[in-house]
């Protein structure tokens, strides 16, 4: 099955479960309690705020903080009834954002079958409206936000293993594990929003949207301050790279290929973020005035100036040192030209002595040398590039990286320029869909 109608699939899947999953919640308890539903109607209002003025992130990706008030909704009135009005908000919200259609029906399933499942173990332990029963009960209050936030992740972590054929329990892990703390604070959250409007009524519901705006210029500007230091790194590296002609876009290229090597040998999500910088990194030193007539020349060296050349990842290390979030990258900076047997450079260093990261970096660096084309031979292929790599098995790389990546499947996807070895989020995967089918508009 092919990657565009299994995603499509999934979606209608998922949207057939949270309707099945509403009816079962009906045919349950089909009362509804007008007064109660008020109560939930005003977070869902409080949710529609949040979503409103949710932050771009990246071209039609959102972030937002509406979860919140969503499962607060169900708590202070655990009803199927809430879950419709949320589906209903939910949607309305998708609306309000340029998404693709794909896109919106499978968010406003998977929050109606996330609130229906939260509500389901709620009831289940014993939890009952926090309108009627205002105090905190442990284990039902707990125990809806996991299942909510569970239900939630785990979808959109389905979905990306689906489309990039990638194991789910691992995406899942790796998309989740950096926001626990965040997590266990939403469960307190969720309490005190309900009791908000218990205690304080509408007033409640204004001191609320106050703190959903507040927590969006938080966030934002979190982001933006990250998105700023990381266009400035790529800035810096292409200032560095318009020195020498033969290596344009050289660093972006080790990256790539760093990023997917790491993912090949197995290395979590944050492990392979920091080899990903230190890769795009290594080569900064470049930039000092030495090396300025050397780049620039275009026949092979004389042993005087390799000596010289050979001082460039110090001096990277040295830039990058003087960055104080980047501490923790400089040794795989400054070791990412030593080889396995120890007759590298600078430090030659052998072995398990040479730092990860800069291990994966000479696989990359390496590859991309010869995948590139220079004044005195043609770009190497597929085979050549394996061939070379075996034949320096031991000498130059490591060899049990070496052995992993042969045999890996995805040894070709170093030879594609599409791949950038970074896990898609669910808004590009539904745009791929987009570009490959035609998705049915969502009214």
């Not at 089918?437 to 969502?442: L, R, S």
Request: proline fraction near 5%.
């Amino acid at each position: 099955m092919s990657m565009k109608t299994s995603v499509v699939a999934y979606v209608y899947a998922i949207v057939a479960a949270a309707a099945a999953a509403l009816v079962g919640l009906y045919l349950f308890d089909p009362s509804i309690n007008a007064r109660l539903l008020g109560g939930a109607s005003w977070l869902v209002g409080v949710a529609f705020v949040g979503a409103a003025v949710s932050y771009r992130i990246q071209g039609s990706t959102f972030g937002n903080v509406s979860f919140v008030p969503y499962v607060s909704a169900f708590v202070l009135y655990p009803s199927w009834s809430t879950v419709a009005l949320v589906g209903t908000g939910s949607l309305l919200s998708e609306l309000i954002k340029p998404k693709i259609a794909l896109k919106r029906l499978f968010n406003t399933a998977q929050t109606v079958l996330a609130g229906v499942a939260s509500i389901a173990i709620y009831l289940w332990f014993g939890g009952k409206a926090i309108q009627v029963a205002p105090a905190f009960k442990f284990l039902p209050h707990v125990s809806a936000v996991v299942v909510f936030l569970l239900v939630n992740t785990l979808a959109v972590a389905i979905a990306i293993g689906i489309a990039e054929n990638k194991n789910i329990l691992r995406l899942w892990y790796e998309g989740n594990v950096a926001g626990i703390a965040y997590d266990v604070l939403s469960i307190a959250a969720v309490y005190g929003f309900a009791r908000a409007y218990v205690d304080w009524s509408v007033y409640g519901v204004v001191v609320l949207c106050a703190l959903i705006f507040g927590m969006r210029v938080t966030y934002r500007s979190k982001h933006q301050l990250e998105t700023t230091n990381k266009e400035l790194l790529d800035l810096f590296v292409q200032t560095v790279e318009f020195r020498d002609p033969y290596t344009s876009g050289h660093s972006q290229r080790v990256k790539r290929f760093s990023r997917i090597i790491a993912e090949v040998i197995g290395l979590p999500a944050k492990e392979i973020e920091r080899i990903s910088k230190a890769a795009l990194l290594h080569d900064v030193g470049k930039i000092h005035e030495i090396f300025a007539p050397i780049l620039m020349k275009p026949g092979r060296l004389t042993p005087e100036e390799r000596a010289i050349m050979e001082l460039h990842p110090i001096k990277s290390a040295e830039l990058v040192a003087k960055i104080s979030e980047l501490q923790d990258i400089v040794p795989a900076v400054r070791h990412h030209h030593e080889n396995w047997d120890g007759s590298g450079y600078p430090d030659r260093l052998k072995g398990k002595e040479i730092p990860l990261g800069s291990r994966i970096i000479m696989f990359a660096d390496t590859i991309d040398a010869m995948t590139t084309d220079r004044p005195y031979r043609k770009a190497l292929g597929e085979t050549e590039v394996r061939s070379e790599l075996i034949k320096y098995r031991g000498i130059q790389f490591d060899p049990e990286i070496c052995d992993v990546l042969l045999a890996s499947p995805d040894f070709n996807r170093l030879f594609n320029p599409a791949d950038t070895g970074k896990v898609h989020s669910l808004t590009q995967i539904m745009e791929l869909v987009r570009k490959r089918v035609k998705t049915p508009a969502v009214a």
